[in-house]
C-alpha cells in the first residue's frame, strides 16, 4: 500500500504482474491507515485475497462506469484488505471496532464537551494507550482530530446556514469562546468564519488534507 505522496520504484528482477487502485474518502482512507498502523506499506496477503482483489480491478476498468458502482467496488476491495489483516489478528479487529465506536461518539457530540480522557473512557482503555491507538489510526492525535472535525462541521453550517449567527455556528460545534473560535478556524482554512461565509469557499476546502492544530486552552476539546 502506498500512501498519498510517496514515490516508489521496482528493484531489477523478474518481471512484476501489478494493479493499481487509487482510492480516496474518508472510510476508506481510515480503513487503509489503520491496515497500515499494523503492516506497514507491505502486505503479505493470502493467494485468494490476491486474486479477489484483481478482480475487483477488472470490474473497475470493464463495468465500474457509474460513480456508486466504482466506489462500491472499491469499497470492497478496501474491505478485503481488512478481512486478510485484521483476521489474523482478532485483537486488531477489536481495536478497529473500538475505534470506530469512537469516531461514531466523536461526531454524535461534536456540541459539546469531549476531553482526551472522556473519550478513552468511551473506548474503555487508559488514556495513554487510547491516544497512541487513536493516533495510529487516524493519523491526529484525539484532541487535534476533534478540534478538525469541529471545524469541518462549523464549515458545513455556514455555508448551509446562511442567516445561523457565527456565535450560534461556534456553540453547535462545542467552541464556547467564538473568538477562540475564529481563531483556529481562520489558522486552519486561511480566513476568518464570515468571509469563509460570504465568498462561498466550501467547496474548495471540504476535502482539505489535514492540517495540524495544535489545540490551546481556550479549546473545548
Same mark, same amino acid.
Given at each position: 500500500?502506498?500512501?498519498?505522496?510517496?514515490?516508489?520504484?521496482?528493484?531489477?528482477?523478474?518481471?512484476?504482474?501489478?494493479?493499481?487502485?487509487?482510492?480516496?474518502?474518508?472510510?476508506?482512507?481510515?480503513?487503509?491507515?489503520?491496515?497500515?498502523?499494523?503492516?506497514?506499506?507491505?502486505?503479505?496477503?493470502?493467494?485468494?485475497?490476491?486474486? $479477489?482483489?484483481? $478482480?475487483?480491478?477488472?470490474?473497475?476498468?470493464?463495468?465500474?462506469?457509474? +460513480?456508486?458502482?466504482?466506489?462500491?467496488?472499491?469499497?470492497?476491495?478496501?474491505?478485503?484488505?481488512? %478481512?486478510?489483516?485484521?483476521?489474523?489478528?482478532?485483537?486488531?479487529?477489536?481495536?478497529?471496532?473500538?475505534?470506530?465506536?469512537?469516531?461514531?461518539?466523536?461526531?454524535?457530540?461534536? %456540541?459539546?464537551?469531549?476531553?482526551?480522557?472522556?473519550?478513552?473512557?468511551?473506548?474503555?482503555?487508559?488514556?495513554?494507550?487510547?491516544?497512541?491507538?487513536?493516533?495510529?489510526?487516524?493519523?491526529?492525535?484525539?484532541?487535534?482530530?476533534?478540534?478538525?472535525?469541529?471545524?469541518?462541521?462549523?464549515?458545513?453550517?455556514?455555508?448551509?446556514?446562511? %442567516?445561523?449567527?457565527?456565535?450560534?455556528?461556534?456553540?453547535?460545534?462545542?467552541?464556547? %469562546? +467564538?473568538?477562540?473560535?475564529?481563531?483556529?478556524?481562520?489558522?486552519?482554512?486561511?480566513?476568518?468564519?464570515?468571509?469563509?461565509?460570504?465568498?462561498?469557499?466550501?467547496?474548495?476546502?471540504?476535502?482539505?488534507?489535514?492540517?495540524?492544530?495544535?489545540?490551546?486552552?481556550?479549546?473545548?476539546?
Amino acid at each position: 500500500m502506498i500512501p498519498h505522496n510517496h514515490r516508489y520504484w521496482l528493484e531489477p528482477g523478474d518481471e512484476w504482474e501489478f494493479f493499481w487502485i487509487s482510492m480516496n474518502g474518508e472510510e476508506a482512507l481510515r480503513i487503509h491507515r489503520s491496515i497500515l498502523s499494523i503492516t506497514g506499506p507491505i502486505l503479505h496477503l493470502q493467494s485468494q485475497t490476491i486474486d $479477489h482483489l484483481a $478482480h475487483c480491478c477488472h470490474r473497475l476498468v470493464n463495468g465500474g462506469e457509474t +460513480p456508486g458502482l466504482a466506489s462500491a467496488i472499491a469499497y470492497e476491495a478496501a474491505m478485503t484488505l481488512y %478481512d486478510d489483516v485484521f483476521g489474523s489478528h482478532p485483537n486488531f479487529g477489536q481495536e478497529y471496532r473500538t475505534m470506530q465506536h469512537v469516531l461514531s461518539h466523536i461526531e454524535s457530540h461534536l %456540541d459539546e464537551r469531549l476531553s482526551v480522557s472522556d473519550l478513552a473512557q468511551v473506548a474503555g482503555l487508559s488514556r495513554a494507550h487510547f491516544s497512541r491507538i487513536f493516533a495510529a489510526n487516524e493519523g491526529l492525535p484525539p484532541a487535534e482530530f476533534v478540534l478538525q472535525r469541529r471545524l469541518r462541521r462549523a464549515a458545513k453550517l455556514l455555508t448551509k446556514a446562511a %442567516d445561523m449567527p457565527i456565535k450560534e455556528v461556534a456553540a453547535l460545534c462545542g467552541f464556547e %469562546d +467564538p473568538n477562540y473560535f475564529s481563531k483556529v478556524f481562520r489558522r486552519l482554512y486561511d480566513i476568518n468564519p464570515s468571509d469563509f461565509r460570504t465568498t462561498g469557499m466550501y467547496a474548495s476546502v471540504s476535502d482539505r488534507k489535514r492540517t495540524r492544530i495544535i489545540p490551546s486552552n481556550g479549546s473545548s476539546s
